[in-house]
């Protein structure tokens, strides 16, 4: 009775060895020791895998159902991943009966992928009225969706398996849930076994997908230097140590010994193929999961999600600045992190909040993965479009401004803006230089302050004033980008046109002064030059766009009417719409006028922007 509870592992041990750097998951180290070499069948141990695993499973009912319905989609997701990926299919030859058990073998191929709270997101495919009524984006939003499809595959089942951590958790609760002592020891075995196959899982994954070539590091043979070997005597007779040869093969012996393990022997660059790149993204992506949810909680931080908790750091940061001890503290709140992964490594309950996480699609995915498991491997990708498209594309667009701004910058393209820029950097070296260096440090780190407190937040949650808020602008304002220098180039050409044009004689267009623009007001004292007539469509009627320098006016081509006009100054937007040929106008009202079928779109979109003389917003 004694021996039967020493050998019966606690609650306590039960969340040890789900840190990948555990080698011992086993609570008794002997279950380790290998068995005697024995006769046995080649598909024994395989066989034994899975159905240690099938046995694992809780024989509810919904799982049983599920199993059944997924199996003829099951079939036909093998048959075409084997005609898509040979190579991951090709039968290995049969062990030898006699052969020692494998080292971390492989997870069993029935795997399913199991859920703990909330049923996995049904993968709809296209229906017929879609594929009909647009059969071009929906081929290629189907095509999307595979491409999506075939990546998370990937990242679901060839590190740890969703299913594999739900099965962990629910082996876990049957511990914890046992009446008697008996089925607890048996519940705590298979726990085992279940952490044993989820650290078999970590090294399968990174050897069989990561590892193409190994190169053994030969034995030391290099011995140790003596200084009396590099002595000899001069014609003199004296004896002269030859200190260049010596420091030579000391530094031969110490880098043989000490630094063999990071010396490439193989000089030539790594062959570039679709394999090796996807193994790199999977790798980056995949180690960089911890790191990406450091970043949604800093994220959370400066956007003042939890004004308390970012309260609360804004009072420490403060603190830290008063008493000059911000860049003692970031180093000690480096160490602690490490040394609190070490006192306190993840346990079940972190997986099973982890796993709650990754089912809810109503909470926020703080990485790649649990992004996967919220919406599938159809879906996860549309949705990122959607949560982090918008937002993407504002950095994109922000960050090739500045790019754009330092180029023209560094061009003179506007020399006033220039000049102030390079005075304004003139007194930030003056600064550097005479301000002594502990007062520098110490505005830097108010400066970082005021931004991650006070800037970030103001441009995340109203991206309209994020530029006024960007220090970066500050510096080089109004120094333009290449729209921006481009509508300045177009407006100047046209006042030196429109000059000349009424210096040569040219009367003002005919078309406005039956109008009633070249008669009587102020308006006939205006120049007014006619743009061109362009044929395009606007409110399902054919006819033309008539541009000049004024206004705006579309004139249908059978009646000869004016379906609607715009001045320039009562223009509120103009937008691009459509595959190429399509105009959209904004009145200051809020009227909408859209023409399509507009061949020559681009001129007339320069021309109006031009010759209006006023000033214009690039936003899109």
Not at 167 to 183: M, T
Request: proline content about 5%; some cysteine; hydrophobic content about 35%.
């Amino acid at each position: 009775m004694t021996s039967d509870c020493k050998s019966r592992p606690s609650t306590e041990h039960l969340s040890q060895g789900l840190d990948r750097a555990t080698y011992n998951v086993y609570h008794n180290p002997d279950r380790h020791l290998v068995a005697p070499l024995q006769p046995k069948d080649p598909d024994s141990q395989s066989k034994s895998s899975a159905h240690n695993l099938r046995d694992l499973n809780l024989d509810n009912g919904k799982t049983k159902l599920r199993r059944i319905s997924k199996k003829l989609g099951e079939n036909v997701k093998t048959t075409a991943d084997i005609v898509l990926h040979p190579t991951h299919h090709r039968k290995e030859k049969s062990a030898d009966p006699t052969t020692v058990p494998i080292l971390a073998p492989p997870p069993a191929e029935d795997v399913e992928h199991d859920r703990l709270f909330h049923d996995a997101p049904e993968q709809k495919g296209p229906s017929f009225k879609e594929v009909v009524k647009h059969p071009i984006s929906t081929v290629q939003s189907a095509l999307h969706g595979a491409s999506g499809a075939k990546f998370a595959e990937t990242m679901d089942n060839q590190v740890i398996a969703h299913g594999a951590e739900v099965r962990l958790v629910r082996a876990y609760d049957e511990v914890l849930d046992a009446k008697s002592a008996e089925d607890k020891t048996k519940a705590a075995d298979n726990l085992e076994e279940l952490k044993k196959i989820r650290q078999d899982s970590f090294v399968r994954w990174t050897l069989d997908r990561h590892v193409l070539m190994v190169r053994r590091i030969p034995p030391h043979t290099t011995p140790r230097p003596k200084l009396g070997d590099f002595t000899a005597k001069s014609e003199d007779g004296r004896k002269r140590t030859q200190w260049a040869d010596y420091g030579h093969h000391l530094l031969r012996y110490h880098l043989e010994h000490y630094g063999d393990q990071y010396i490439d022997q193989n000089p030539n660059l790594p062959t570039p193929s679709e394999e090796a790149l996807n193994t790199s993204v999977e790798r980056l992506i995949m180690t960089s999961t911890p790191y990406q949810m450091l970043l949604m909680r800093i994220r959370h931080i400066y956007r003042w999600d939890h004004p308390t908790t970012t309260a609360k750091y804004l009072a420490a940061y403060v603190f830290l600045w008063v008493m000059n001890y911000i860049s003692g503290a970031a180093i000690l709140a480096l160490i602690w992190v490490v040394v609190k992964r070490r006192l306190y490594p993840p346990t079940l309950e972190d997986i099973r909040d982890e796993i709650k996480r990754s089912e809810d699609v109503e909470m926020t995915a703080m990485n790649i993965t649990q992004l996967i498991e919220q919406h599938g491997s159809h879906g996860w990708t549309d949705a990122l479009q959607q949560d982090l498209g918008p937002w993407l594309l504002l950095q994109l667009e922000d960050l090739t401004n500045i790019l754009e701004i330092w180029r023209n910058f560094y061009e003179w393209r506007e020399p006033n803006r220039t000049k102030i820029t390079l005075v304004l950097l003139t007194v930030f070296w003056l600064s550097i230089t005479a301000i002594p260096l502990d007062i520098l440090v110490k505005i830097t780190q108010f400066n970082f302050g005021v931004m991650f407190f006070g800037l970030f937040p103001l441009a995340t949650r109203y991206p309209q004033y994020r530029l006024l808020a960007s220090p970066m602008k500050w510096l080089f304002w109004r120094v333009p980008t290449d729209a921006e220098w481009a509508i300045a180039r177009l407006q100047i050409e046209a006042s030196y046109r429109t000059g000349a044009m009424q210096k040569g004689g040219l009367e003002s267009s005919e078309d406005y002064k039956q109008e009633g623009h070249g008669t009587t007001g102020e308006k006939n004292m205006k120049y007014v030059a006619n743009l061109g007539k362009y044929h395009c469509t606007s409110r399902n009627h054919h006819g033309d766009l008539c541009v000049s320098s004024e206004e705006v006016r579309f004139i249908s081509a059978i009646r000869k009417n004016i379906l609607w006009e715009v001045r320039f100054d009562e223009i509120k937007s103009l937008q691009k719409v459509g595959t190429g040929e399509g105009l959209l106008f904004v009145s200051t009202e809020g009227e909408d006028m859209r023409v399509s079928g507009l061949e020559r779109r681009n001129e007339v979109f320069s021309q109006i922007v031009g010759y209006s003389g006023l000033r214009w917003q690039v936003s899109g």
